[in-house]
């Protein structure tokens, strides 16, 4: 797990640098209803010393990265009229346009030691100007897939208008064994499915990790005692601490408050489950739910005023805000069918969650008084949303994605477009997004 910590270490230099010229045209509306992917090339990086393989491998993950958002396409390689054959020579833009590629992206690399510098430049073909004097990220060998996704956020960003999430991770639950003696265990990864780690061993099962608004810590649910406790970890030492032991109680569905200072999780009691907040540092409780019904999946939104959570108090799973004090709750959900597991956008402009009706799971969006209901995706079994850095993607479980016809971790833009798997090792659910990495 050292490697995590060499990973936060990455210099980013110049972010100031891509500012645009006013001539620039080429954007992507993505509220648009149809879209139109946008051509654009990706030549191997330049090696200007030592970098070997890091010149091709960066190129390669930039490209994966903006394809895979299904907003732009690749113009292949053997379409090449012009070669980008120095950093600083200049741009050939009637042989990119004749192939009708409307964004060019070059860079170029240098590594020595414990050191590799990437450089790159985003160019409008069309225009015939480059887009600003470009952007240059430092760090070590092992960051090199992190300054490939900096690159790609910057493209991204400046295409799109909307914020980055490719530099981010994901924590999830990997499983193994079969299903009558599933093992699980927690697993981190870069966004794409890439890098991934193992925090904890199959010695117990765990549920439910989320990691904290800095990235540094991740609060999950496991069951070493037995019962369901929810455990503190700290990602650099992996060091953890039991938050939740409580003599005759049950703890599950923990979330970090926006200021990572308070732990929002559900604790069941004498057949009863309520929503209780928690002071991590002091371990003083607050019990902001009081009825007979079965109150969980607590999330608060981006400013900490308020929580969401799913309640049967109407008869039917359904989502409620309430204050993060507690006291009156307000029902948003009005369709027909289950909802369960919200979560509010990093946004703030939207809560997500997992809707039961008529035999067919979904996962779906609302704006946080319930309208706009808008269902993304339909399947047997879809769960468990969570929300990339940007607010403009979900990721979340599908039952029959994974290895073997197993749980495995899909994603989903906010319009309904661009399904996706993600690759794991083996059977995977209960994914979490890490902010955007530092």
Do not use: C
Not at 71 to 99: C, G, H, M, N
Not at 387 to 416: C, K, Y
């Amino acid at each position: 797990m050292h490697s995590l910590k060499t990973l936060s270490a990455a210099v980013f230099l110049g972010l100031s640098a891509l500012t645009l010229p006013a001539q620039a045209e080429i954007t992507i509306n993505i509220d648009s209803p149809v879209i139109e992917p946008m051509p654009f090339a990706v030549p191997d990086f330049i090696d200007e010393g030592g970098a070997g393989e890091y010149a091709t491998n960066i190129a390669r993950v930039v490209a994966a990265d903006l394809a895979g958002t299904g907003l732009f396409v690749e113009t292949p390689k053997d379409a090449y009229i012009s070669r980008i054959t120095s950093f600083d020579a200049p741009i050939a833009y009637p042989d990119w346009q004749a192939i009708n590629t409307q964004a060019l992206i070059t860079g170029a690399v240098q590594a020595g030691g414990d050191r590799i510098v990437v450089k790159f430049r985003l160019y409008d073909v069309f225009t015939g100007a480059p887009l600003g004097d470009g952007l240059q990220f430092a760090g070590t060998p092992g960051t090199w897939r992190r300054m490939a996704h900096k690159v790609a956020d910057a493209v991204y960003s400046r295409i799109t208008g909307e914020g980055p999430y490719f530099d981010s991770r994901v924590v999830y639950v990997a499983e193994s064994g079969p299903k009558n003696q599933r093992q699980k265990r927690l697993g981190v990864m870069d966004y794409d499915g890439a890098n991934i780690q193992y925090l904890t061993d199959s010695s117990s099962i765990v549920l439910a990790p989320r990691f904290s608004p800095a990235g540094d810590r991740i609060l999950y649910t496991s069951y070493a005692s037995g019962f369901p406790s929810i455990y503190l970890m700290d990602v650099a030492s992996l060091q953890t601490r039991n938050l939740g032991e409580l003599p005759g109680t049950m703890t599950f569905a923990p979330r970090f408050s926006p200021d990572g200072s308070t732990v929002v999780f559900s604790l069941e009691q004498g057949g009863n489950t309520d929503i209780y907040a928690m002071d991590i540092g002091s371990g003083q409780m607050r019990q902001l739910t009081n009825a007979p019904s079965i109150e969980t999946s607590p999330s608060y939104s981006p400013d900490g005023s308020q929580i969401v959570f799913e309640s049967d108090r109407s008869g039917t799973q359904q989502v409620y805000i309430m204050s993060a004090s507690g006291g009156e709750a307000v029902r948003i959900s009005g369709g027909k069918g289950r909802y369960s597991t919200p979560v509010w956008s990093p946004r703030g402009d939207m809560i997500a969650f997992t809707k039961q009706n008529e035999g067919r799971f979904h996962i779906g969006v609302m704006l946080t008084d319930g309208t706009e209901e808008r269902l993304l995706t339909a399947s047997f079994l879809d769960e468990g949303p969570t929300w990339a850095p940007n607010g403009r993607v979900v990721m979340f479980t599908r039952e029959g994605a994974g290895a073997g016809g197993q749980a495995g971790l899909m994603s989903v833009d906010i319009s309904g477009r661009n399904l996706r798997q993600i690759p794991t090792e083996g059977p995977a659910s209960d994914p979490a997004w890490s902010p955007l990495l530092q």
